[in-house]
Each structure stands twice: as structure tokens, then as C-alpha cells.
């Protein structure tokens, strides 16, 4: 099961929080291509906020003092039946996200789609530091964005 919850830590999202929540939920409808395993619980809390909050949580915890798109943790814990349960983490830049969109000329939303479905690529163990985990990790999020009929964001 999938459990989540939106939080604003940004004056600039309380009125996107409606739109976000139908994207997430959309997003859930691709499980599958997503790798969620269905025998595990996830509990994932998304944080939308702006470049200072989102630059204090990279240096402190990347080590990175500069900031981000999104960041995401995640953490396993087993349960007493064995099971392994993940509590993540998502946080989002407002700030950073407008800077790209006027940068690529995207829509706002499309690019928000992209950058919740490669968190929750990262929640189940995708990564991106070698090419050939770039390109997996690449492909499923083009192929998850073309279901929503959203462009290819790598053009």
C-alpha cells in the first residue's frame, strides 16, 4: 500500500496543493512501471517548499550547499512480520521548478508529473550515477509521461 501526504512549507503552493494531490493520484495508477511492490507498505510524505528550505536539507544532508529541483530519502525499516516498509521524503522547490520551466518552456504541471514519477523511481532503488542506470531510469519515466500524454521532457 502507498500512503502519502502533501505539506506546503512555500506561501507559492497552497493553491496548487489540489492539482498536486490528482497528479500523485494519477501517477499511483502506474504502480507497476513504477516498481512498487505490492507486499510492501510506503509511506511517503510530499513536501513542497522553496529554494532556502529545500538548500538547508541538501547541505545538511547531501552535503551539497546549493539548491535542488527535488530531494528525496527514504528510509527501510522491517516490521515484526519481516516486512520492509519505506518512509520517504519528497521535497520540492517552487523556486527552482518556475527557474526550469521558463528556462525549457514547459508547463509547470508537466514538469511537477516528471519530477514526482522520478522520486518515486528513487523511493524503489533507481538511481542515476551510471549511464546505464540514467537510461533505465530515463526510458520508464518517458514511457509513464507518454500514458499521461505529456512530451518526452529529454527532447
Known amino acids: 500500500m502507498i500512503f502519502y501526504s502533501v505539506f506546503t512549507k512555500s506561501n507559492h503552493w497552497p493553491r496548487r496543493v489540489s492539482r498536486v494531490n490528482v497528479i500523485i493520484k494519477k501517477i499511483l495508477n502506474y504502480k507497476r512501471e513504477l516498481k512498487f511492490t505490492p507486499k510492501k507498505n510506503y509511506y511517503c510524505n510530499i513536501i513542497l517548499a522553496n529554494d532556502k528550505f529545500i538548500k538547508k536539507l541538501n547541505c545538511k544532508y547531501k552535503k551539497n550547499n546549493k539548491t535542488t529541483d527535488v530531494l528525496t530519502f527514504v528510509s527501510k525499516i522491517y516490521n515484526k512480520n519481516n516486512t520492509e516498509e519505506k518512509y520517504c521524503d519528497i521535497i520540492f522547490s517552487i523556486d527552482t521548478i518556475k527557474r526550469d520551466i521558463r528556462k525549457y518552456n514547459i508547463d509547470f504541471y508537466d514538469h511537477l508529473t516528471h519530477l514526482i514519477i522520478h522520486s518515486f523511481l528513487h523511493i ?18 518517458i514511457k509513464i509521461l507518454k500514458k499521461m500524454k505529456i512530451e518526452n521532457p529529454y527532447y
Open 124 to 141: 524503489n532503488d533507481f538511481m542515476h550515477n551510471k549511464i546505464k542506470e540514467y537510461l533505465i531510469m530515463k526510458n520508464i519515466e
